[in-house]
């Protein structure tokens, strides 16, 4: 025990109530992971949801969801897969000590996440244009439901598919915007050089909350721009 | 061994109440033991503002007629009550008070394993506590604490989204309580502290945390629906606009219901921990016990639908959630089965502790069986919505979950505040209780047999004497929940000092002084025994000067 009590005086990321560094970051890893299992219940919530409606008016949601821009959103998967990568370089960045690479990879990750909000901004300000935002200026009238030329959609199921379209989406660019916060402080830690090959901790935690906020949206993309793809 | 700890100290020693003083060594604490007494004074003043509802409720209802307040407030009376009770008081009460201050000294750690992470839980339960506070004194909700659909999003005109949002507030502050407790019992337990030598309690709250995570999460994003739905007048709930308030009612009792559990498990932990120390006895079972909270937990999960067996869902689903809910009744009684069997041959203390427990098992007992009334679909049908309901659930919640929760607070109030309470004062408080407590409840399952309804401030003059009997019940129950609190508060000045180990009870949180130093341990402890080991703390004979009445 001599050792691990002189590195432990030694370590000052170490906290008075753990004994060891390991024991601290398996503490962080757990409760890491243990928090995004209540984000998956958060947001399966809303896949419930989305599955009783999509289920009930499967016609009406696939005229809705064929006036999404496909390209756009398949334009922020890349943008969001892409940064997975970064993370993941940033993450092994830290752990060998590179500390050049890892500011790289932190800014190159900011970078993307702004770009997916960017780029989501430039969806819902058509929403607005085309009067797709529920509430009173909604209008959905005369579109028909794709495959079946005689029937148009109903607006009203229209419009639960664009409520669940935005609260969804607007939970997940929440997720993204504190993401970003979170990246930032990451990026300004490096830059103090306060990651070593010992102490990285922070740098793995985000990244796994980085790629939980990705694989969000890999669901969300074929679920809300591809129903009517694969009827 | 717990002879030498007996033995009373004349100069105070330092401990986590005495190392720092003044308002700010309090409120940006992060000891778990001092944000667990930041949370017994926050739940004490939502129990107290819950309670005076509760009080003009049961005022109304002493006369047939609606001649207290009007049919308006009384609505928002029976809301503000449910809301503050259940999510301010209930499922913050054990694991936040009893739970936070006793977790990691039960496994020998030094402290919770995020100690900031708890200090932000308290301070999300208060943001949400203030909110509430202003919701009620700006004109209060009346949806009834369930918000159901259509009501609360399209027709009522109180403050549903300001209640719902100081609820997914307090929400957060559950959460990460807890992820605290699941990462300090994986994480922090002390050498020799294996998961089969856990006390009951940690298993409880082990199991109570896991609803916590996955249940809280979803009640969370279902208000958030609400309140969108309310102020941009969507459809999702709305049935006018194709949407459906039946997937609502799912979503809501998915957590609503393990919420009971989240309240009753704590309860069940401290039950367990009390009935073995006063049979001085090995708990009978102890995997049983112990498996039995994660049951409950699992099932739990699985029953949800039984709150809507007259809402409109189908008929097969009814029965299968019948059966569940009766499935969920097995690991119940196999704690009940097991606290009785542990007492069996034991040698019986009935110091004021004892005396909740006994209280606990018998109001449990009434309310978890009348629980198989209502998982029945045929009585179901006739009892829905009636004070039969109401009167089930008040005998798992206060019956059950208080009675426990105060057996807690008197077994470990010398582990607390270093100090003993009055024996005898305790042991009255705790009759008083359970008189007042059957008085104000029992009534109400013959009412809502007979037909009386929930949530109506007027009522047919002949369920007037039943009416009577309960609110001259919930007279004497309130007396005997003050009474705990002033002779609390006395001997926090004049108690005798406490021992360490008071009860001469098992337990590493009773290894270390009363009350505990900041890091709770002097050295770290090093478990070599079973949980419960009464057997050898037996063969000590109780000292003759023990401060306690035995």
Redesign the interface.
């Known amino acids: 025990m001599p050792d691990s009590q002189l590195t432990a005086a030694h370590n000052p990321a170490l906290?008075?109530?753990?004994?060891e560094p390991q024991?601290q970051r398996?503490?962080a890893s757990?409760?890491t992971w243990?928090?995004l299992?209540?984000?998956i219940?958060?947001?399966?919530?809303?896949f419930?949801?989305y599955l009783?409606?999509r289920r009930?008016?499967f016609g009406d949601w696939g005229a809705a969801s064929k006036t999404l821009d496909v390209t756009l959103g398949a334009t922020n998967t890349a943008v969001l897969i892409c940064s997975s990568l970064t993370v993941v370089l940033a993450v092994w960045a830290a752990q060998t000590g590179r500390r050049r690479l890892l500011i790289g990879n932190l800014l190159a990750t900011l970078v993307l996440g702004t770009a997916f909000l960017g780029i989501k901004g430039i969806e819902y300000k058509e929403k607005f244009e085309k009067h797709h935002v529920?509430?009173?200026s909604f209008q959905f009238n005369n579109v028909m439901i794709p495959g079946h030329p005689d029937q148009y959609a109903?607006p009203?199921?229209a419009?639960?598919f664009f409520?669940?379209y935005f609260?969804m989406t607007g939970?997940h660019a929440l997720h993204m915007i504190v993401g970003i916060g979170i990246f930032i402080w990451l990026t300004v830690m490096a830059w103090k050089g306060r990651f070593t090959p010992e102490y990285n901790t922070p740098v793995e935690m985000g990244g796994l909350y980085w790629h939980f906020v990705d694989i969000i949206w890999i669901y969300l993309f074929p679920l809300l721009y591809l129903i009517d793809r694969h009827p | 061994m717990s002879m030498a700890t007996a033995s009373i100290p004349t100069v105070e020693r330092e401990n986590y109440l005495n190392k720092h003083y003044g308002v700010g060594s309090w409120l940006f604490t992060t000891d778990h033991k001092r944000i667990a007494l930041l949370y017994l004074l926050s739940i004490t003043f939502f129990f107290f503002i819950g309670g005076f509802f509760a009080l003009l409720i049961r005022l109304e209802l002493l006369t047939p007629a609606g001649d207290l307040v009007q049919a308006d407030s009384y609505n928002k009376l029976f809301t503000m009550h449910g809301m503050v009770m259940v999510f301010f008081f209930l499922i913050p009460s054990i694991p936040a008070v009893l739970g936070n201050f006793l977790v990691p000294l039960m496994i020998g750690a030094k402290d919770l394993a995020f100690p900031k992470i708890n200090l932000l839980s308290w301070y999300l339960y208060i943001i949400g506590g203030v909110m509430m506070l202003h919701c009620m004194l700006t004109g209060g909700v009346d949806t009834g604490w369930t918000f159901y659909v259509p009501f609360s999003t399209a027709f009522s005109n109180t403050k549903v989204v300001e209640a719902g949002l100081a609820i997914f507030v307090a929400g957060f502050s559950s959460i990460l309580t807890g992820l605290n407790f699941v990462v300090t019992i994986h994480r922090l337990r002390a050498p020799g502290m294996s998961w089969s030598r856990l006390p009951l309690f940690i298993w409880a709250h082990y199991a109570t945390s896991i609803i916590q995570l996955l249940g809280t999460p979803v009640i969370a994003i279902t208000l958030v629906l609400v309140a969108a739905e309310r102020a941009l007048h969507l459809g999702i709930f709305d049935p006018k606009l194709g949407g459906d308030p039946l997937l609502f009612q799912h979503l809501f009792w998915f957590y609503s219901h393990p919420a009971v559990y989240i309240m009753i498990l704590p309860s069940m932990g401290i039950i367990s921990e009390i009935i073995a120390c006063f049979s001085r006895k090995r708990i009978f079972g102890y995997s049983f016990v112990a498996f039995s909270s994660i049951a409950i937990a699992v099932f739990g999960f699985l029953v949800w639908a039984h709150h809507m067996f007259v809402a409109g869902i189908s008929v097969y689903a009814a029965l299968v959630f019948s059966l569940l809910s009766y499935l969920v009744a097995v690991p119940s009684a196999v704690k009940v089965f097991n606290w009785t069997a542990t007492m069996y041959k034991g040698s019986i203390y009935y110091d004021a502790p004892m005396l909740y427990a006994f209280g606990f098992l018998g109001l449990f007992t009434v309310g978890g069986l009348t629980g198989l009334f209502l998982a029945a679909l045929g009585i179901d049908v006739h009892v829905t919505d009636t004070y039969f309901v109401i009167a089930h659930f008040h005998y798992i919640m206060v019956g059950g979950a208080v009675m426990g929760y105060l057996g807690g607070m008197h077994f470990w109030w010398p582990k607390i505040s270093g100090r003993l309470y009055p024996e005898g004062w305790a042991k009255l408080a705790a009759l008083i209780v359970f008189i007042g407590f059957n008085l104000t409840f029992f009534p109400q399952f013959i009412l809502g047999y007979i037909g009386m309804p929930r949530r109506y401030y007027q009522y047919p003059p002949e369920f007037q004497v039943l009416n009577v009997l309960s609110t001259a019940g919930a007279t004497i129950l309130g007396v005997g929940y003050l009474l705990p609190m002033v002779y609390f508060l006395w001997s926090m000045r004049y108690g005798k000092p406490a021992p360490d180990n008071p009860w001469n009870a098992a337990g590493l949180e009773w290894k270390t002084a009363s009350p505990p130093p900041t890091f709770n341990f002097d050295e770290e402890p090093v478990v070599t025994w079973e949980a419960y080991n009464y057997d050898e703390l037996n063969r000590f004979p109780v000292k003759e000067e023990t401060p306690v009445a035995r």
């Open positions: 906290l008075h109530h753990f004994a024991q398996d503490a757990l409760g243990v928090f299992g209540t984000e219940m958060f947001f399966g919530g809303l419930c949801t009783v409606y009930g008016y529920p509430g009173a109903n009203s199921h419009e639960i409520a669940l609260v939970l």
